[in-house]
């Protein structure tokens, strides 16, 4: 069973990745030391489709190289839809999930974000990071 955070989280932790081009931002969910990332999130990230991170997760999980209950974690997320605030449990991907997708995608942008993530032990230092901002997340 994947866990779930059913209330919305007001004072999470996260922290912004930007590509070396500046032209892209993506916000990093951080919780219990982990960085989380939706697939759409993966997608922008990666500037891939929806379908395109779909199928390299499935094929992730599939082959076992990860175990979706370890990986996995579904937070609740408030959206504007239209006039209305949407309240809805959207999964997450761990940063192990997040890099291996990263490795299939063949892109420029996927290469920045892994050479950012693995130089200088950095995905020990992100849960620690200076850089960290404290407020409301905004998926």
């Known amino acids: ?3 779930a955070d059913d209330q919305p989280d007001d004072t999470g ?7 070396d ?26 500037q891939v489709s929806l ?3 779909n199928e390299h997760l499935a ?8 175990s979706p209950e370890a990986t996995i974690r579904k937070f609740r997320i408030v959206q504007s839809e239209g006039n209305r605030q949407v309240s809805r449990l ?9 890099l291996s997708v990263g490795y299939r995608v063949r892109s420029q942008r996927g290469v920045q974000f892994r050479r950012w993530a693995i130089s200088r032990n950095r995905i020990r230092e992100i849960p620690h990071s200076p850089f ?4 409301k997340l905004r998926t």
């Open 1 to 3: 069973m994947i866990p």
């Open 13 to 19: 932790e996260f922290l912004f990745y930007q590509t």
């Open 21 to 46: 081009d500046a032209k892209s931002r993506i916000e990093l969910r951080l919780h219990d030391g982990n960085v989380w990332l939706t697939q759409r999130q993966l997608s922008d990230l990666y």
């Open 51 to 53: 379908p395109t991170v």
């Open 59 to 66: 094929t992730i999980y599939d082959e076992g190289e990860l």
């Open 90 to 98: 959207v999964d997450h991907y761990r940063l192990e999930a997040i």
């Open 132 to 135: 960290i901002i404290r407020g």
